[in-house]
């Protein structure tokens, strides 16, 4: 395997690790020296990696938008403009554990870049990437797929984005009140309100 | 003054000190010793109020809610129903400095609460008085009020309390790319999808 191949591959083996650590103890408990030892190496070898904490969490809040690109890029869109949202905005709530690893990670970091520009810009750039994929696939629908013709088409994709991570937030943080079932089922009467079909 | 008036008036000036560096510095920064600082208190002071970091942290979480519930109590409530309903939800939403605080700090705390049973526990009530609140007044308007009659209200609560949330996080997390008026232009867009007066 090239060098650099294994180079990469070793870094997301130890941004998975910072995952573990982030959802099972919490950030403050993330330390090079925790996430080292779950990653089955020594600090000194992680640092050849990673050279500072904030490069390591920079890289693992990365990885989780760029898991999620690949899946929506790999995912096939048909069936009913309903179905297509269906499948498109599932790739954004946490409907299995894989993907419930990746918010609860995202959620987390999050809360830091309030205080951390690095992170912070990071979590821009994603959150546009994700308000144009949005918009791109409402735009994209024929008007007569439309429930009515007095929608709002900016609003609707600004509501949609809020909505989404909104349910994204309740099913994470209070999976008993609002299970996965709540969670799909509000998203469907959503969705029906703007598209017949 | 009474010394127990004293005694719970000197805790919420430390749990206001505990808000300030949390926004200001993050939650990992947050030691007792750097509150005991920005409250002008010893930590040996503090420790008289608090005997540890968590009780501080649960107590500084609950004062949010307090705040709120205060506010939505003192308030009244007037004009259509798509007017009762802003006023009530915008005392969740970042509409102002002091609110902006007041929800960094539970959003903080939040990410922790995956981690922390304790605050978890308070999440959980806070969620569900404030689900009970929205169901309250939605149920609670006259049927010749709603925009059509084909509205599923229990789904209706669901979706209204997730997109609250998705409000406040984006404008939070995001105050450039969605600004006040575009939070403020989403939350009545979706009243008015409700509610026909």
Redesign the interface.
């Known amino acids: 395997m090239p060098k650099f191949i294994d180079h990469k591959k070793r870094k997301i083996q130890i941004a998975e690790a910072t995952w573990r650590v982030i ?6 408990h993330a330390t090079v020296r925790k996430i080292a030892a779950a990653a089955g190496l020594s600090v000194g070898s992680l640092r050849h990696y990673f050279a500072s904490q904030s490069e390591l969490f920079l890289f693992s809040m990365e990885l989780v938008s760029e898991r999620v690109k690949q899946r929506i890029e790999a995912k096939n869109y048909e069936g009913s403009s309903k179905d297509m949202l269906t499948t498109f905005i599932c790739e954004f709530l946490p409907v299995d554990e894989e993907r419930r690893i990746e918010m ?1 990670v995202w ?2 970091f ?7 520009p690095k992170l912070s810009s990071l ?2 750039k994603v ?2 990437e994700m ?1 144009e994929g949005l918009a791109t696939v409402i735009y994209s629908l024929p008007s007569n797929r439309f429930a009515n013709d007095n929608l ?1 088409l900016e ?1 609707e994709v ?2 949609l ?7 994204a ?2 099913h ?3 999976p ?3 299970p996965y079932d ?1 969670m799909i ?2 998203l469907q ?2 969705l029906q ?1 703007i598209c017949k079909m």
């Open positions: 959802v099972e103890e919490g950030l403050e609860e959620f987390v999050s809360a830091k870049t309030l205080v951390d979590s821009e959150y546009n308000h709002d609003t600004d509501r984005h809020t909505l989404v991570d909104g349910l937030l309740h994470m943080l209070h008993s009140a609002f709540k089922r509000t009467y959503h309100s």
